[in-house]
């Protein structure tokens, strides 16, 4: 199946610094999902994007599809500790999803 | 509107039981997946359906049995538990796989 490796695996930041989770897939992406899953709860849908080289931001948070669809970037500005949790990515290939592995943020206040 | 719900909340078993994990939605969604969570791999789907009566298998379906005789509910059957299968499943459903998914809030299960 499909595999989308993400990195990196873990992140500690002080709270107020930026922090950026990748994910890359070897074959080109039809779309890409983010989602966000605090400790102890369950995946929540962040955004999707479709188009190449597509930028989407949400207040701090900004979303980067790449030009050639094998890759996409979430980026944080200025973390605050609401932000932590492990962000997934996900790419849907026909009727299934395939989630990258997360990387599971840590902001120390 | 209660979403995705999904009982029991955690659920202990011995080797070789047999259960049902129960998820139903009343977002009139025709695509509902299960999926299990374990440490360092991220979620997995297990099994996928677009629709009533129609289901299929995902990445890893091996041990577990779906149907979906309603658009309301998807219910995974562990046949034989087995340790291997200890893991947090997660429910979800969306308009179609190309939407947003919505997910369950997770069984937490042991297979001692």
């Known amino acids: 199946g499909q595999q989308v490796m993400q990195i990196p695996q873990y992140q500690h930041v002080q709270e107020g610094e930026d922090f950026t989770t990748y994910c890359n897939s070897s074959?080109?992406?039809?779309?890409i999902q983010w989602y966000k899953q605090r400790p102890g709860g369950h995946p929540v849908f962040l955004i999707q994007?479709?188009?190449?080289?597509e930028v989407k931001k949400q207040k701090r948070l900004t979303f980067q599809f790449g030009e050639a669809k094998k890759n996409s970037s979430l980026h944080i500005t200025a973390t605050q500790t609401t932000d932590v949790g492990t962000y997934f990515c996900a790419e849907n290939t026909g009727n299934q999803f395939y989630f990258g592995t997360g990387t599971s943020l840590t902001v120390i206040p | 509107n209660a979403g995705v719900t999904q009982t029991p909340k955690f659920q202990v078993l011995k080797t070789g039981q047999s259960m049902t994990l129960q998820c139903a939605q009343d977002m009139n969604h025709e695509y509902m997946s299960w999926y299990r969570q374990d440490p360092g791999m991220g979620l997995r789907l297990i099994h996928y359906?677009?629709?009533?009566?129609?289901?299929d298998q995902g990445e890893v379906p091996n041990g577990y049995n779906v149907s979906r005789s309603t658009t309301e509910d998807f219910p995974l059957r562990l046949l034989s538990a087995a340790p291997s299968q200890t893991s947090v499943y997660f429910c979800a459903t969306g308009k179609g796989p190309g939407y947003e998914q919505y997910f369950g809030p997770g069984t937490r299960l042991t297979v001692t």
């Open positions: 074959t080109t992406l039809s779309n």
């Open positions: 994007l479709v188009k190449s080289g």
């Open positions: 359906s677009v629709g009533a009566g129609i289901t």
